[in-house]
């Protein structure tokens, strides 16, 4: 017996197997990639062949043109550039849509063909290439696995050695697997989640380790033994177009006379099909703040400085582990709520520029501006990021290259003119920033060439 969505008790009517007991239950952030477990039971005869059939038909006359979705050229060397085609477009899906994913995935392969040529690459070369994906583990992963692929010579070619690849979970290992290597292995990701939940009428919270193993068992007793890759392809098309979250194509949908939340929704009309997968309310985020501080070096001229030219702007390297791991950023201090007023935030960052830099706003610089541009709220998947954004203009007499060189570490920090950090890869949230700043400065210009030439000052120190 299983309980519906909706609290009413309802009978299976397809036997499904008995789960083991002591199953542990997972943290609510915990993803299908990291809770599936290795040796999945493979019994394709228990699934009807009416249904995998009818799946495929679909899929065949329905499937969406990918790029990533290339007949891999007869041998070795052709499976391979199929395997690491599937590899990268896998890992790029992952918490991201599939139009956004095809531009990224383009020019990556375009600059990267083959998993060799990713190895030779630096992770500052992939960080820039992957800008705006988010999640940047996953990059640093994706080179990590390239070096240890490259260094074997060899792609692994089974699931259970593609899981030994740094950054490679069951999901990934099982959609590389079947779709480059024909391997009969079965992979679940959220729209898989989402088909057999309905198919099977699974009530119980998908967020449990018991409940994503007995997904993994039953996909793997779906999967087509002569069509594997193509099959598990069809899975995910189905989820992600006809058995969507909230608007399922029911009356469209291949699989629908198998469908069990379907046939309960028929029965009883407190069921619904959208009830399965049971929705569960998502952790809610953490709320940060931080003071940024886009410090702008100027050299030249004043007109020239008011112009842009002659700019150049500290970024520094985040550590290479945790949040937005060995990316760079402009100048930024975590601080209390009840410290973002503008002179707590301003003391905070005095205070890191001096231990990050030696510098002195005070003493040693010429604050030629400084002001408070405005807030941007960033949101990552535990964290809500209130960004408390000023623009500092500082003027350096001499070798401004000394700036860097007099940090705890120069190679943390570096100094980019404004055409380089235009074309640099940096994330969605610091690009807003500097655009904040940008449309700031263009304001600031705006309102100094309305100011009649006789009266027109330089801009004030703050």
């Given at each position: 017996m299983a309980k519906s969505p909706k609290g009413k008790v309802t009978t299976s009517r397809r036997p499904t197997r008995k789960l083991q007991a002591g199953s542990a239950v997972a943290p609510p952030s915990a993803d299908?990639?990291?809770?599936?477990?290795?040796?999945?039971?493979?019994?394709?005869?228990?699934?009807?062949?009416?249904?995998?059939?009818?799946?495929?038909?679909?899929?065949?006359?329905?499937?969406?043109?990918?790029?990533?979705?290339?007949?891999?050229v007869p041998g070795r060397e052709g499976r391979e550039k199929r395997a690491y085609a599937v590899w990268v477009s896998e890992v790029m899906l992952q918490q991201t849509m599939v139009p956004v994913v095809i531009d990224y995935y383009s020019r990556w392969m375009e600059r990267w063909p083959t998993v060799e040529t990713l190895a030779a690459a630096t992770q500052e070369e992939v960080n820039e290439m992957w800008a705006g994906l988010g999640y940047y583990r996953r990059a640093r992963f994706l080179l990590e696995g390239a070096k240890q692929i490259a260094e074997k010579g060899e792609f692994p070619s089974t699931a259970s050695t593609l899981r030994q690849v740094r950054g490679i979970g069951d999901y990934t290992a099982g959609a590389i697997a079947s779709i480059a290597f024909n391997e009969v292995t079965p992979l679940v990701d959220g729209n898989v989640v989402r088909v057999i939940s309905r198919?099977?009428?699974?009530?119980?919270?998908?967020?449990?380790?018991?409940?994503?193993?007995?997904?993994?068992?039953?996909?793997?007793?779906?999967?087509?033994?002569?069509?594997?890759?193509?099959?598990?392809?069809?899975?995910?098309?189905?989820?992600?177009?006809?058995?969507?979250?909230?608007?399922?194509g029911c009356s469209e949908c291949p699989v629908s006379r198998h469908c069990q939340a379907l046939a309960l929704s028929q029965e009883n009309p407190s069921v619904g099909v959208t009830d399965y997968p049971r929705v569960v309310p998502k952790a809610k985020p953490r709320h940060d703040f931080a003071a940024v501080c886009v410090v702008q070096i100027a050299q030249g001229l004043e007109q020239e400085m008011a112009a842009g030219q002659c700019n150049l702007f500290l970024l520094i390297k985040r550590p290479e582990e945790g949040l937005l791991a060995g990316l760079w950023e402009f100048p930024s201090v975590l601080v209390d709520e009840s410290k973002t007023d503008s002179l707590n935030r301003r003391k905070e960052m005095d205070k890191y520029l001096k231990q990050l830099l030696d510098i002195d706003v005070k003493r040693k610089y010429d604050v030629v501006l400084r002001e408070d541009v405005?807030?941007?709220?960033?949101?990552?998947?535990?964290?809500?990021?209130?960004?408390?954004?000023?623009?500092?203009?500082?003027?350096?007499?001499?070798?401004?290259?000394?700036?860097?060189?007099?940090?705890?570490?120069?190679?943390k920090l570096k100094l980019v003119d404004e055409n380089s950090i235009d074309s640099m890869g940096l994330t969605s949230g610091i690009r807003?920033?500097?655009?904040?700043?940008?449309?700031?400065?263009?304001?600031?210009?705006?309102?100094?060439?309305?100011?009649?030439?006789?009266?027109?000052?330089?801009?004030?120190?703050?």
């Open positions: 299908i990639e990291d809770l599936a477990t290795s040796g999945v039971l493979v019994g394709p005869a228990s699934a009807p062949a009416a249904l995998r059939s009818g799946l495929l038909r679909w899929y065949d006359a329905h499937r969406r043109d990918l790029p990533w979705r290339f007949s891999a198919l099977f009428a699974i009530a119980d919270n998908p967020k449990e380790s018991s409940t994503i193993k007995r997904f993994w068992e039953l996909a793997g007793q779906l999967v087509d033994p002569s069509r594997p890759g193509d099959f598990n392809q069809a899975m995910m098309e189905l989820g992600a177009t006809l058995c969507s979250k909230t608007k399922p405005g807030q941007h709220v960033h949101i990552f998947s535990h964290i809500r990021l209130r960004m408390h954004v000023e623009l500092m203009v500082l003027k350096i007499q001499g070798d401004v290259g000394q700036v860097c060189n007099k940090g705890q570490d120069s190679m807003k920033v500097y655009n904040m700043v940008k449309a700031f400065k263009e304001k600031k210009l705006l309102e100094q060439s309305q100011i009649p030439t006789r009266k027109r000052s330089r801009w004030q120190k703050q």
